[in-house]
């Protein structure tokens, strides 16, 4: 394992954080694969540091998904970062059925079917590590436009019981719940100033984290640098 | 409150331990609704009991059933217990989009929108308890052939942060996870009783429950016994 | 078991709380030893209800606290509820090693010590349940005066792995963490009444619970109302 | 603060997880004092990498604590990693009054007043980092003899909601449970190979974790790698 060069796949790559967690593999040496839905731009500016990096365009809202979840995602990966973050503002007062099931097909289940699907590989070679990144908010119950995105957030965390045995061919599945982030996600979520503010008036650390250090928790748990790790649910968020 | 009658909507509550939860609300005088998917004999044979039971078949399958809701549920209840459970016998491995969207559905989603629907009347009248039913399964992240089970209870067991409202208009919210079980389920999940037996070793108290004694439960934490416990998961499972 | 009329010690017995969990349990046509530090006036006023109560009057401040222990508590008991409650006011600035024993052993060693002697009884006769009443401040680490009455509860809160011998046997143990109690517990804490109120403020039902209610939530678990779980923690709190 | 040479201490320095934890720090190139009780050979030998090393040898057993506090530990210290483990070997059947007072001062109540005093500086220099460690047994309940280490590393974890003022400074404190490590405190510990056997079968990682693994997650919570967690406990366990 250690003279081959690794591959890591980074779903939801094009996001602040994303775009961090890619230059870190990058500086590590890796191979990247980056997934975007539309927005691969900034993706491809980052192709000036590296030619290591392979940028998937993949809308999850496809109809015949899980034949072009065969398609896109067939290479063998060692690693996979779950940024997945699809925002529809919907509160608790406000969703309904067919906004739930968008929320939880596009943060929870497709992720889970690619995760399920790379898996495989992964136990062959006996080393893999997979992170699913959710959300602070999820300890809260959301809030006031986010019960979709929580919601969906909460659904992905669910550990399958097959994560024990995974443990044993050396294959590690955790989840980060990430904190309150200076990303644009808040624009996403149409926080004004002030409600940011006030948000980050609730952070013991009292300020927001920037993508640049979330990026550090999320390479350190998803690379051979987390070697006794698995089955588990962080909080990094400025002590929330 | 005290003089009126009050009412409880069971979803689910031709299940084993449905059944001993309406016998129970009956003879606490209440007026029972008993929700069933379709084998309603066993709900009509407890008429025998009260004439204070009226049956709501109701199957969530339905194409529109954002409208059914509204016209099936459209009474004024004190109380909901949420007994809901479709075992579809899906494993992770061999899970699929389709199928874990119905799990969520059934489980989660369609029973968060009914009572989403009915809170409001609870809060107009200044009393409320609902209460979903999971399973010490979420715990352990599911097993064999349960994992679209367990998600979708695990996906139900999030708490809106607007429980806190509710709170201040005395409508609670509790999530309780009932332990392995004496009734159907088993047969419906294929278990052999071999299985059972190992499963029953796991257990702490080395016994499965009765339906009834998790009626008492049931019934104590979704009427004015519960006087001041809201937003907690509970695990009633023989010390699992 | 069941025509032998059981017998349940309450520690702590002649607090608020503790006065009505003795009430419920006479009411029970239970035997009852209330057992109190000093001031067991109001303990006798309950005789006048009924004859089945005993009072021990005891002090755990005692030097040879282990054969007190022995010579005080050698009866046969069927329940424990444990509600030592000793406020010493120390913050975690004020603090100390000799206080932070005495808050230690009052709160959490004796009590254990007491319950591991009375174990033995309850499995030879194959029933038996232990409720360990803590605090919901222990959730948030203390507040300002607190820390060692937190840090106490916080660790009579640990549930040895023997629990599950125990459980084969029928004895149950659990943790009951109670909210903020409409009791004499916050002059003891010196809190002004702006600090309740502040306080009150913080707990989502937006009230106090009544000694009464929370006696209740007591007697449930610690009778055979409560005949399948064991090992759990539960937060009676409002909300919190 | 970027230019002063960093200074940890290291409570319990001379331990197999402790002498790892001293060489990272070495690398790192910080100063660094390592506590023992009695034996500093082995820390002595790692004067040859590095003169920056000080050993502080110092017995929690002492009678006068609070002044020998005062007087051992009056450096300034930017981290503080707590690796003390006092191993009794007394189980929940044959503990006593006597011997958990001393498994909770040696293993929670002096390395607390320790801290305590040592975060006044963190305060004042706006940087700190506070690691307790733990173990995963407090998780289960701990084990056959280890009910009074179980109890007392149960107790360390407790973090005070001070915690919260502390982080707005930049000063931040977590827990590290760690899992079965291949050291000497199962010899401690009276385990026989075919003990240490059977427990290495419950983790699903199936492996004890080496010293060298859990130091390197020590290190990155303890140091400006971690830059925004704080008030957590983290299990880092092979699975557990």
Redesign the interface.
Known sequence: MKNKKKHVLILGGSSDIGLEVVKKFLQLNWNVSAHCFSNEKKLKNLKKYSKHINIVKFNFSNFK??KSIKKNFNKKYDSIVNLIGYVDNKG??NT??KS??KS??INA??PI?IE?MLVKKMLSQKWGRILNCSSIG?K????GNS?NY??SK??LE???????IW??K?V?INNLRI?VTNTKIHKKMKRSKKNIKNRVKLI???RM?EPK??S??IV?LSTD?N??????T???????
Chains 1, 2, 3, 4 share one sequence.
Not at 140 to 143: A, L, Q, W
Not at 158 to 164: G, M, V, W
Not at 227 to 232: F, R, V
């Open positions: 998904i899980e608790f007062e309904n059925l739930l099931i939880l097909s289940i497709i079917l399920r999820v809260f119950g959301g809030g019960y929580s919601l909460h659904c669910f550990i399958p019981s097959n994560y024990k443990a044993k050396n590690f904190g013991p650390i009292s984290a250090e979330i550090s928790y350190n640098t070697s006794y790790m698995t089955g588990q962080l909080n990094v968020s400025g002590g929330e």
